[in-house]
């Protein structure tokens, strides 16, 4: 039986937001040609011009932040554009995402930047002045945030805040002070401070603001939860900064407290994995729900994972099958490959291998490999629907070629044995090695010293690099490798 897609994903992505940079060092202009891509992720609701024209705009900006050592001088956006000329732009290329129905356009350009060039201490200087904008910005944002508060509440006072400009001792009475009104049964009191919170405790600004995107950074620190989560994903990935888990389980919390379902499904995830974070299953099941509930479908497939396998809830697969179900309604592949597996083995649901194969067969037009890899098992069964052997290598090759090492080997077997009558050992050594370059498994190392050992079929016997195969099979215990060599008369 092929792979099933029980392992839980993640979706990371960055959803770009034009903000200008603030107005710093002069320096004499200069002009210098950049080819770069800009990106724009839209709401479903976006019609494609419209997100294409944010792609080019990103792209603009793009250019003029890496034009060299550049410092862009002008305070407004459409300033920030008129210092870029744009010298050629290739079709924009938008493909809709199908686990979240957004729009996600890309364009490419080659544009002429008049830029500044800066000494390193100017550099330096300038990200300096802009760190101090920044969070003297902070702190008058976060006093009129607190002012709202009081006109807004009732029955709580803030007058035990203090002003954010912030030794180490006030940014603590300060947290002790928002942990207490926190608690407080005023709404008002709550949604404004769930904005407030990061202004008392966000880790600080990376050292490589300039050269880092820096357009992300910002809104972040004013509390948009976009721009909070994207923070997260950077810090996940490592993407311009190090990588650093804490510093993604903040942000991500940080959005996620706001009610934004793409980052408390990833901050489920940071739970589970226990990804700067202690590791908590419940928890992780616990913000799953949250994003869940709000219709985000990679939230509802990990919740029926831990359904499933009975990690931080109570084992139940029939609730499992429902979530896979709702999820899979919504075109989410692996959910639909994870549905069709409950189908196949009768868990949680009844047992009805026609029914796996539509599931598998939705799935695999997605593109899902693991999918693909059963839905040519069961066409090799004929269980479910008729047998059909050019389907098995049709589905299979479609899995292999995407990288999906299980895939690779399992075609690189019908190879070898000459499923339906093909007989290629040439295909088989080619799919073999391939799956072997990417995990070193064992048994495509002991199948390759075997075709070399044999030949035929289109391999050439090559004993010496048969026995050297054996030797990686074998040192990872491969008995069948072991016996190999000892047939060959040569030690481990």
Partial sequence: MGATALNLRLVLGIIPLLLPL???????????????????????????????????????????LRGGDTVVSNSSLDQIEARVTVLDALTPNCVRNLDTGNLECEVEILASVTSNKLSLAEREQNRKELLVKLLQKTNDDIEAQL??????????????????????????????????????????????????????????????????????????????????????????NGKGVAKDYAKAFYWYQMAANQGYSFAQSNLGMRYLLGQGVTKDANQAALWFRKAADQEFSEAIFNLAVLYEEGNGVEKNPTQA???????????????????????????????DPIKA??????????????????????????????????????????????????????????????????????????WYKKAEAQNHNPLAQYQIGRLYRVGGFGVNPDPAQAIEWFRKAASQGNNNAIKALQELGVQN
């Avoid at 769930?194 to 950074?217: Q, R, S, Y």
């Fill in 321 to 351: 099958a429902n979530l896979y179900q709702k999820a899979a309604d919504m075109g989410h592949s692996d959910s639909q490959t994870n549905l069709g597996k409950l189908y196949l083995n009768g868990t949680g649901v009844d047992k």
């Fill in 147 to 236: 002012q709202k508060i009081k006109e807004n509440s009732k029955t709580d006072s803030v007058s035990g805040i203090q002003n954010l400009t912030a030794t180490p001792e006030q940014i603590a009475a300060n947290r002790k002070e928002l942990e207490r009104l926190n608690g407080s049964d005023n709404q008002s009191v709550r949604n404004s401070l769930d904005k407030l919170w990061v202004k008392a405790e966000a880790p600080p600004l990376p050292a490589g603001i300039m050269e880092n995107d820096a357009v992300f950074w910002k809104p972040a620190y004013e509390g948009n939860a976009t721009s909070q989560a994207n923070l997260g994903s950077i810090y996940t």
């Fill in 22 to 64: 603030s107005s710093l060092h002069a320096a004499e202009d200069s002009a210098q040609s950049v080819q770069v891509k800009g990106a724009a992720i839209c709401l479903n609701s976006e019609i494609k011009e419209d997100c294409t024209a944010r792609a080019l705009t990103n792209a603009k900006q793009r250019a003029a």
């Fill in 357 to 430: 194969v539509s599931w598998f067969r939705k799935a695999a037009e997605q593109g899902n490999s693991n999918a693909q890899i059963n839905l040519a098992v069961l066409y090799s069964m004929g269980l479910g629907v008729e047998k059909n052997i050019p389907l098995v290598f049709l589905w299979l090759t479609k899995a292999a070629d995407q990288g999906n090492d299980q895939a690779q080997h399992n075609l690189a077997n019908a190879y070898f044995n000459g499923l339906g009558g093909i007989k290629d050992y040439l295909l088989a050594m080619n």
